[in-house]
């Protein structure tokens, strides 16, 4: 069998039989798994939409639901200007259309994060990529996302090609992605801070005239649910679902379900600061080291574990994380106890990951009780324990001067577009 070779590396018909494996198994059990929420969440947003486009204002729209009571459109109204060509669509064609182009958007985010990684350790970038996204499509939160119809994909991907791409080559386009990603949805509006703390002032800048200009579009052809959405709905947290439900995997959600429903409001604000503080401060030095994916990977977890709502299908950034980790458990270069730290965590993570540690009162695994203890904190709150575990232990690589070329280009020199 022909074998390929990427500096000195060699793939060859044992890797080929792994990654035919990897592909096999991984089909194998989204079939198992089955469409099991039917595009849910797409199906209210694309009924909002053409509630919308039927002359209707689009936060009126409302569907009723037997759990979480009343849903509706609940992202800013730039979402749903995103979504407006959807609804000219039957509602399968839209969930095809809208099905590839997450994919697409995904795949091109595991390209920029994998490949330099699949380089480094000697094969090609395209066996790394095509070996990873088996793997990590049965994640809870990326089979999730998927079956429930979110826009998690296009939201990850808007912000990777950015800090993967735009940025590190200072084009004018810098900071574009993540103004979009924050006025589609306001978690990615930490990133403008991270720019900021890591020196990246006109990508910030950027990135805050783009989420301006985006949302003036919306106000421009909605204006009463734009005055609405800022002045009212952005502070009602509960139109957003149950706070102390356990998919809800924030430290409010840890909070809240502690109190009994209600969380004490001077506890999660004295965790945001020290969560926030000390990821942030770990993510600039990530960047400021030149590890581009860990420093964007610590900052959106943060973002996940101190936004109010963080619902299980937003922690798409575990899977790159477990790029991170496995690349820190492959480095050759590293301490024995650094190898083996990152390869204990990517373990712990990827399992209960995907064997969703958080639904196993759902499927049956444990047993709900009131007396759980120790064992029912750890299941209600894992994914939030796993993020603060991650925070503390994500590794991140020094590339030489990387301090210095991180900076913004200086006066006179032109940046690439």
Not at 75 to 84: D, Q, T, V
Not at 87 to 92: K, R
Not at 178 to 184: F, K, S, T
């Amino acid at each position: 069998m022909t074998t390929t070779r990427a500096g000195g590396a060699r793939v060859g018909p044992r890797h080929l039989v792994a990654l035919v494996a990897a592909w096999a198994t991984a089909v194998a059990a989204h079939v198992w798994y089955g469409d099991r929420h039917g595009f849910f969440d797409f199906t209210i947003y694309y009924r909002a939409v053409r509630w919308w486009a039927d002359g209707h204002h689009v936060y009126s729209y409302s569907q009723p639901d037997p759990v979480q009571g009343s849903l509706g459109f609940t992202y800013p109204p730039c979402a749903a200007l995103l979504l407006r060509p959807l609804a000219a669509l039957p509602l399968g064609a839209a969930q095809v259309v809208f099905s590839a182009v997450s994919v697409t958007v995904l795949l091109a985010a595991v390209w920029f994060l994998v490949a330099p990684v699949a380089a480094r350790h000697g094969y090609p970038p395209w066996f790394g990529v095509a070996l990873t996204v088996p793997l990590v499509s049965w994640l809870e939160p990326v089979r999730e996302s998927f079956t429930f119809g979110q826009i998690n994909f296009i939201l990850l991907g808007l912000v990777v090609i950015d800090l993967m791409v735009a940025v590190p080559r200072r084009s004018r386009l810098a900071g574009v992605g993540i103004g979009l990603a924050a006025a589609i949805k306001l978690t990615p509006a930490i990133f403008v801070l991270y720019l900021l703390l890591t020196r990246r002032r006109r990508a910030a800048g950027t990135a805050v005239i783009s989420a301006i200009a985006a949302n003036a579009l919306g106000a421009a052809l909605m204006w009463h649910d734009t005055w609405r959405f800022w002045t009212e709905l952005l502070w009602r947290t509960e139109r957003i679902g149950h706070l102390d439900r356990l998919e809800n995997q924030s430290l409010m959600g840890t909070l809240t379900r502690l109190g009994d429903g209600a969380a004490n409001k001077p506890a999660w604000v004295l965790m945001v600061v020290l969560v926030a503080g000390y990821g942030l401060w770990r993510a600039r030095r990530a960047a400021l080291a030149g590890d581009e994916p860990s420093g964007l990977i610590l900052t959106a977890l943060v973002g996940c574990l101190i936004s109010p709502v963080t619902w299980t299908h937003h922690l798409l950034w575990f899977a790159p994380a477990l790029v991170v980790l496995v690349d820190a458990a492959l480095d050759r270069n590293g301490t024995g106890r650094r190898r083996c730290t990152a390869v204990t965590t990517a373990a712990v993570l990827y399992v209960t990951a995907a064997f969703s540690v958080v639904s196993w009162y759902d499927w049956g695994v444990v047993k709900p009780s009131a007396d759980a203890g120790l064992a029912g904190f750890l299941i209600d709150n894992w994914y939030v324990l796993l993020m603060l575990a991650l925070l503390v232990t994500l590794p991140f690589r020094s590339v030489r001067g990387a301090e210095k070329t991180i900076d913004e280009p200086t006066e006179g020199r032109p940046a690439l577009t």
